[in-house]
């Protein structure tokens, strides 16, 4: 996802000669690649930021291979160990029960938009790419039949536009910024984007900041 078009992700899969998708486990970066190490040129990881969690995003809305995720932490050069003590003791996630994350640890599978794609990913497994949407460069839109659609913006303009999906019409909790409350009613989070609407025609009208997303699925549905 860095220095080239998302729209050339279009046909991403088998026919690029890669790996049956079953045999496959895709991943954005890992221990080795996060630190330079292994072939294979540069690879996003946490300190790209926004850009690391978009490709994530994409990585698990996309049916192609088995997603892995990295959680790991703070580094400033390839050779550092994990956070320790005087003595070099690694220190825990946890202090007192509650979980340290997002400084030292980076947790990256806990980043609010990659934790809550794992559910997009969990509800639209067994379905296929639909209605995949481009403007050409680097705004892309797909669904996962009637299961979740994505709709990614890696400028840094805002769009708007109307897609055709084939989620059932209602409401809907964008998981990029929240999740469903407690009783279904509602979502967590707020703003513009905190749902998405899906209306008779299947169609919804999405207004992605630069650097954005938004994101649906079927669990995600307001009661």
Request: glycine fraction near 12%.
């Amino acid at each position: 996802l860095e220095g080239q078009n998302l729209s050339q992700l279009e046909t991403l899969g088998e026919g690029w000669g890669l790996a049956p998708s079953d045999k496959a486990i895709v991943f954005i970066d890992n221990h080795d690649k996060q630190r330079g190490h292994g072939g294979g040129g540069n690879y996003l990881t946490y300190k790209h930021g926004r850009l690391y969690e978009l490709a994530n995003v994409f990585m698990l809305a996309h049916p192609y291979g088995y997603p892995d995720l990295m959680s790991s932490y703070t580094f400033s050069d390839s050779e550092q160990g994990p956070p320790a003590d005087a003595n070099g003791n690694t220190r825990s996630v946890y202090h007192s029960g509650q979980v340290s994350c997002f400084e030292e640890w980076q947790c990256e599978h806990r980043w609010q938009a990659i934790a809550n794609m794992v559910g997009f990913r969990n509800h639209t497994s067994t379905n296929p790419l639909t209605h995949w949407w481009s403007n050409g460069a680097n705004q892309i839109a797909f669904g996962r039949g009637d299961q979740g659609f994505v709709v990614i913006n890696r400028e840094s303009d805002r769009f708007t536009h109307t897609l055709q999906t084939d989620m059932a019409p209602g409401t809907y909790c964008n998981i990029i910024e929240g999740e469903l409350n407690a009783d279904g009613t509602g979502c967590t989070a707020t703003g513009a984007n905190a749902t998405v609407t899906v209306d008779r025609h299947r169609r919804v009208t999405v207004a992605v900041e630069g650097m954005g997303a938004i994101a649906i699925h079927r669990g995600a549905k307001v009661s």
